[in-house]
Nanobody
Framework: QVQVVESGGGLVQPGGSLRLSCVVS????????MGWYRQAPGKERELVAS???????NYVDSVKGRFTISRDNAKNTVYLQMNSLKPEDTAVYYC????????????????WGQGTQVTVSS
């Protein structure tokens, strides 16, 4: 089995910062892309940031210059540093990973974390 566990969410004031972590464990041979999504009530889930296995990153326009995604391959961990937080950043944040499992014969599988709540007060 594969486990994806996020942490680091919480309640902060506008302008504050949070650092989210996502740790992947289990029967993992390799991890390809890793990313963070978020979903606010009544809205569709959106991709916030992603990082490829080679280190290249992408961000949704609304967080550019404020959020930074990074990964530690030795720890199978991806981070999302969130600075200058705004009320509109309030959402449940989900970690997403593409994993090559042992015995998968080269086929990658997508896994989701349970989500962590980020609330930015108005």
């Amino acid at each position: 089995q594969v486990q994806v566990v996020e942490s680091g969410g919480g309640l902060v004031q506008p302008g504050g910062s949070l650092r989210l972590s996502c740790v992947v464990s289990g029967s993992i041979f390799a991890i390809n892309a890793m990313g963070w999504y978020r979903q606010a009530p009544g809205k569709e889930r959106e991709l916030v940031a992603s990082v490829a296995s080679g280190g290249s990153t992408n961000y949704v326009d609304s967080v550019k210059g404020r959020f930074t995604i990074s990964r530690d391959n030795a720890k199978n961990t991806v981070y999302l540093q969130m600075n200058s937080l705004k009320p509109e950043d309030t959402a449940v944040y989900y970690c997403n990973v593409r994993v090559l499992k042992y015995g998968s014969a080269g086929s990658y599988t997508t896994y989701w974390g349970q989500g962590t709540q980020v609330t930015v007060s108005s």
